[in-house]
């Protein structure tokens, strides 16, 4: 089963998190039918931002991460809740599998050079927002980046999905985080541990999330503090879809009206279909601005 366990290393002086997301990612690639480097490229951010989720603090906190490189996957959008709930989908899902010369999927080619945008929405009066450059498209460094720069705390960062014909075998991710005032020993625990964190995919081929936590920190005093379970799930409603179509504005929906006699919205995150007839159409339309 999927999980994400937090751990506090050294009494303290540093944090890390594990997350098993095997279930998580075969769950997306099923919904968007999507190829290999396409899964590799969205179960990596979803991963990431299923940490970023639970460490936030109350039930109606939630926070999304937008990639917008210049890549054949195009934009790739993810959200993420503090109950474990994460949804993604990418632009361009079907993008041909393409190979690094090593032989590994070639994320950061299908990704491309661009911008990494957080907006997380903990329930003040505006959202926290931060953006940074694509350093590599390669997703972990990306968010290392974005951790030092606009949260200023900075962290070590693997994230990896293992494909094996068409099935995700394994897919993961770990966060090494240091706590200020971090004694030299436990940083060069830290430095030492990096390197077999990352081909992270292979540690989760096989072991859970707390089996890799054991691998890892064996050699360190370290805690095991909370268990979370993260799962793909989408939170779209009718309400939100309507808001959306009013939101268009009245030309393009008398538009519809004329051309389709009513509306059909497929969520993007989930492929639910919702079908608008010409009265509701009209109704909306009554809402909407002259735009
Ligand atoms: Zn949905």
Redesign the pocket.
């Known amino acids: 089963m999927d999980q994400i366990i937090s751990y506090l290393i050294a009494g303290g002086q540093a944090r890390a998190y594990v997350a098993q997301t095997t279930e998580l990612t075969a769950k997306a690639m099923r919904i968007h039918g999507m190829s290999h480097v396409a899964t590799a490229a969205l179960g990596r951010t979803m991963t990431c931002a299923a940490i970023m989720g639970v460490q936030m603090k109350n039930r109606e906190d939630r926070m999304s991460v937008t990639i917008k490189g210049d890549g054949p996957l195009g934009m790739i959008t993810v959200a993420a809740r503090s109950d474990g709930s994460v949804?993604g989908c990418v632009q361009n899902p079907f993008e041909e599998l393409m190979l690094r010369p090593d032989g590994k999927l070639n994320v950061g080619g299908a990704v491309g050079m661009g911008r990494m945008t957080v907006v997380k929405d903990l329930g003040m009066k505006d959202p926290y927002v931060g953006t940074v450059a694509l350093q590599s498209g390669e997703i972990a460094e990306d968010f290392a980046y974005y951790f030092a720069v606009s949260e200023q705390q900075p962290c070590a960062v693997a994230l990896g999905v293992l494909l094996d014909h068409g099935k995700v075998r394994a897919s993961g991710g770990v966060i090494l985080q240091p706590m200020p005032g971090c004694s030299e020993e436990v940083l060069r625990f830290l430095e030492h541990t990096a390197p077999l964190i990352a081909d992270v995919s292979s540690l989760f081929n096989g072991n859970t999330a707390e089996e890799v936590g054991k691998l890892l920190f064996a050699p360190i005093a370290y805690e095991r503090l909370e268990t979370y379970y993260p799962r793909y799930r989408?939170d779209?409603e009718r309400a939100r879809i309507q808001r959306l179509l009013v939101g268009l504005g009245k030309k393009e929906l008398a538009d519809m009206l004329e051309k389709q006699h009513g509306a059909q919205v497929t969520?993007q995150?989930?492929n639910?279909v919702y079908d608008f007839d010409a009265s509701e159409l009209e109704q909306l339309m009554a809402q909407a601005k002259d735009i």
Do not use: E, I, R, Y
């Open positions: 949804k989408c779209c969520c995150f989930c639910k």
